[in-house]
Nanobody, 116 residues
């Protein structure tokens, strides 16, 4: 059974940093395009950062460019989202998504709250 589990969320002050992790079981993440999404209350889910399979390309939402970085640790079957200079508008539940031609998987999400 495939499972994605996000962790690393929490409460942080504006300007602070967090590292989110997405751990997979049942699949090999290096074969999948990995995407971090977020959803704030009352808003639609939005793409935050995406990396193609085997790390071929990356893409970021304009609102996080220069502040967030997506990366993988293939040996640990983990994907990370490094978030720096966090802003109150980054407050949302963050989800990781793994996608390949014939399948797509989602985690349950981890809450990030940026507030003083």
């Amino acid at each position: 059974q495939v499972q994605l589990v996000e962790s690393g969320g929490g409460l942080v002050q504006p300007g602070g940093s967090l590292r989110l992790s997405c751990a997979a079981s049942g699949i090999t993440l290096s074969r999948y395009a990995m995407t971090w999404y977020r959803q704030a209350p009352g808003k639609e889910r939005e793409l935050v950062a995406r990396e193609g399979s085997a790390g071929r390309s990356t893409d970021y939402a304009n609102s996080v460019k220069g502040r967030f970085t997506i990366s993988r640790d293939n040996a640990k079957n983990l994907v990370y989202l490094y978030m720096n200079n966090l802003k109150p508008e980054d407050t949302a539940k963050y989800y990781c998504n793994a996608r390949i031609a014939w399948a797509e998987y989602w985690g349950q999400g981890t809450q990030v709250t940026v507030s003083s």
